[in-house]
């Protein structure tokens, strides 16, 4: 059995790379410290590229205007995300929301409506629990608040909320909330609370519908912050063995330095034995597999530990410039500590597999 990428799935990761590559700079990166209309102008360039990739319909059916194709196709763009440290919401928008809501007979339509506009999309409301999900979303006065909303300046919101013990996701456009700015460690990603008004027009599920769907937006929230942490990882680690290889001293490159040369190693040897868990947890949510909640949280957990490895690695190795603000490390450091608590950090994703593999032995 053949486990290996296909040519096509190869070559649309290495088309998309290269355009997150030209769009994606670590001076666009920069800019965003700088002020919050600093990178507008790249920003929206940025994303229409990626729109016009058609990628954020990938796993869309045809008949919603996507490429009917499956997460094993995204998993590797999503890594290439995370290897840019892209401050535009794609593997959310592509391998999360239209997804999900897609899945609901009224959110369908709003997915295809999107997906012609070249709109982006974000999420919110729900976290992993100890046991189960909870719900983030307060409600007061028949007005809602969803706090810690990623990629707040997205087009389109996918949120959940809990109204009178039923359970509730709704799909709402940016003109249809308010959007407050929170603070947040890595500032290309925005963090922000959102504040709306569910309705009926915005609702596209509820009930027991919407508990399965919830599960499912944060299966699929772990599995692509893991991927774009694996890419983190390895833009961290290039880095740090760049830098490395020019630094001398004592009139040789640090490289060459044993303690060196095994803190790379043995980041380099965790982050490779995190990918075969994410691909599997791709394939897994791709085919439907019975163990997909135990592969994605597999795959979280591992992707989890190689990001917290390589940023500590390749912060001990950079020595003082490392610490700098303006050093390009931090771009890719502070999304990796964020993303790694997101979603579910690696210690909680552990628990998670002894329960469900405690649950399976009866």
């Known amino acids: 059995m053949d486990f290996s990428f296909s040519d096509d799935q190869l070559e649309l990761r290495s088309t998309v790379a290269t355009v997150l590559g030209d769009w994606c700079t670590p001076a666009d990166l920069h ?10 102008g790249r920003t929206k360039g940025r994303w229409s590229a990626i ?37 535009e919401p794609l593997s959310t928008t592509a391998g999360v929301v239209f997804p999900l809501a897609a899945s609901t007979t009224a959110g369908a339509p709003r997915v295809k409506d999107a997906l012609e506009r070249g709109l982006s999309a974000t ?17 007061s006065g028949g007005e809602a608040s969803t706090p810690r909303v990623g990629y707040g300046t997205a087009d389109l919101f996918l949120l959940v909320v809990e109204l009178a013990g039923d359970l509730q996701i709704h799909l709402i456009e940016r003109d249809e909330v308010a959007v407050t700015p929170t603070p947040s460690l890595d500032l290309t990603r925005e963090m922000a609370t959102v504040t709306w008004s569910p309705s009926g027009t915005t609702m596209i599920c509820s009930g027991g519908e919407a508990s399965l769907l ?39 490159p640090v490289g060459s ?6 803190h790379l190693a043995g980041a380099r040897v965790r982050l490779e034995f995190a990918r075969p868990a994410l691909y599997r947890a791709a394939y897994s949510l791709a085919t439907g597999a019975e163990t997909s909640a135990h592969d994605v949280s597999m795959a979280k957990s591992m992707a989890s530990d190689a990001a917290d490895e390589a940023a500590r ?37 552990r628990a998670r597999i002894f329960d469900l593999v405690t649950a399976a032995r009866g």
């Open 123 to 139: 999420f919110g409301g729900a976290a992993f629990g100890a046991k189960h999900h909870k719900i983030t979303t307060t409600v």
């Open 214 to 252: 919830v599960e499912q937006l944060l299966q699929r929230a772990a599995l692509y912050s893991a991927a774009e942490l694996l890419g983190l990882c390895e833009a961290m680690l290039s880095l740090t063995a760049s830098y490395v290889t020019e630094r001398k001293q004592f009139g040789v």
């Open 31 to 40: 800019a965003r410290y700088v002020g919050p209309d600093a990178d507008l």
């Open 51 to 87: 729109a016009d990739l058609f990628v954020c319909g990938l796993l869309i059916d045809e008949e919603l205007g996507g490429l009917a194709m499956d997460d094993v196709d995204l998993i590797g763009i999503a890594e290439e995300a995370g290897v840019v440290v892209l401050p």
């Open 257 to 262: 330095f044993q303690a060196v040369k095994h």
């Open 313 to 349: 690695v390749s912060l001990q190795c950079h020595g003082a410039i490392g610490y700098t603000f303006e050093y390009d490390l931090h771009l890719a450091m502070k999304r990796a500590w964020a993303l790694s608590a997101d979603f579910g950090d690696a210690r909680s994703h």
